[in-house]
């Protein structure tokens, strides 16, 4: 085991032959580094038997072959800079690498939409359900027609007048203004119908039918 340290150590010593008198330098692979990976296959030797142990010593020997390795590397490192005629040279430690703290992700949470309850029917939608109603020669399919779309909108006062303007006879605007009244969302509003009424006896029955009284 002796001969193998000395072979494994030529390196050094070819280094300290080296025509370079006034180099300064810290060997990349310490002196102390390779005695503890020879001191560990020393330890190792007498158990060499155990299969489990032989491959540990096969490992060693692969870490000493690296740093061997390592020390030809540097030793040829510094010849070719002999051969160029360098004067000193410094082989210094690498810095030690400085983590900088990255901040945390930023996790940004969408706050749930807030529900604003029922909206009036929007100005395009209002448009193709007049659309729809004229496609309607007689009171009671443009009723139809307005009964079916009512089921998932909701209207304002305004939205309603323009709407029975479809209808010709007080009759048809009774039953069409009734249907829509509970869809209506400003109800504060709803006096502006009676208006469009010819007969007072229209606008009693409009107010029993609705419950304004």
Same mark, same amino acid.
């Given at each position: 085991?002796?001969?193998?340290?000395?072979?494994?150590?030529?390196?050094?010593?070819?280094?300290?032959?080296?025509?370079?008198?006034?180099?300064?330098?810290?060997?990349?692979?310490?002196?102390?580094?390779?005695?503890?990976?020879?001191?560990?296959?020393?330890?190792?030797?007498?158990?060499?038997?155990?299969?489990?142990?032989? &491959?540990?010593?096969?490992? %060693?020997? #692969?870490?000493?072959?690296?740093?061997?390795?390592? +020390?030809?590397? @540097? *030793?040829?490192?510094?010849?070719?800079?002999?051969?160029?005629?360098?004067?000193?040279?410094?082989?210094?430690?690498?810095?030690?690498?400085?983590?900088?703290?990255?901040?945390?992700?930023?996790?940004?949470?969408?706050?749930?939409?807030?529900?604003?309850?029922?909206?009036?029917?929007?100005?395009?939608?209002?448009?193709?359900?007049?659309?729809?109603?004229?496609?309607?020669?007689?009171?009671?399919? &443009?009723?139809?027609?307005? %009964?079916? #779309?009512?089921?998932?909108?909701?209207?304002?006062? +305004?939205?309603? @007048? *323009?709407?029975?303007?479809?209808?010709?006879?007080?009759?048809?605007?009774?039953?069409?203004?009734?249907?829509?009244?509970?869809?209506?969302?400003?109800?504060?509003?709803?006096?502006?119908?009676?208006?469009?009424?010819?007969?007072?006896?229209?606008?009693?029955?409009?107010?029993?039918?609705?419950?304004?009284?």
């Amino acid at each position: 085991m002796r001969l193998l340290v000395l072979l494994l150590l030529l390196p050094l010593s070819a280094l300290a032959q080296s025509p370079l008198d006034s180099v300064e330098h810290k060997l990349i692979v310490t002196q102390e580094q390779m005695t503890d990976a020879l001191r560990s296959i020393d330890e190792l030797l007498p158990s060499a038997n155990n299969p489990a142990v032989a &491959k540990m010593i096969f490992e %060693r020997m #692969a870490e000493v072959h690296q740093l061997q390795a390592r +020390q030809i590397e @540097l *030793g040829q490192l510094l010849a070719s800079f002999a051969r160029e005629g360098v004067q000193e040279v410094r082989v210094l430690e690498p810095r030690p690498r400085v983590v900088i703290d990255q901040p945390p992700p930023v996790v940004v949470i969408e706050a749930p939409p807030q529900d604003l309850g029922p909206q009036p029917v929007s100005s395009s939608d209002l448009a193709r359900i007049r659309n729809a109603m004229d496609e309607e020669a007689f009171g009671k399919g &443009k009723r139809e027609v307005l %009964r079916s #779309a009512s089921r998932d909108r909701w209207f304002l006062v +305004q939205q309603a @007048l *323009g709407l029975i303007e479809q209808f010709s006879f007080d009759e048809d605007k009774v039953e069409t203004l009734a249907m829509l009244h509970p869809k209506i969302l400003d109800r504060e509003n709803w006096y502006l119908v009676y208006a469009e009424l010819t007969f007072s006896s229209s606008k009693d029955d409009l107010k029993r039918r609705v419950g304004d009284r």
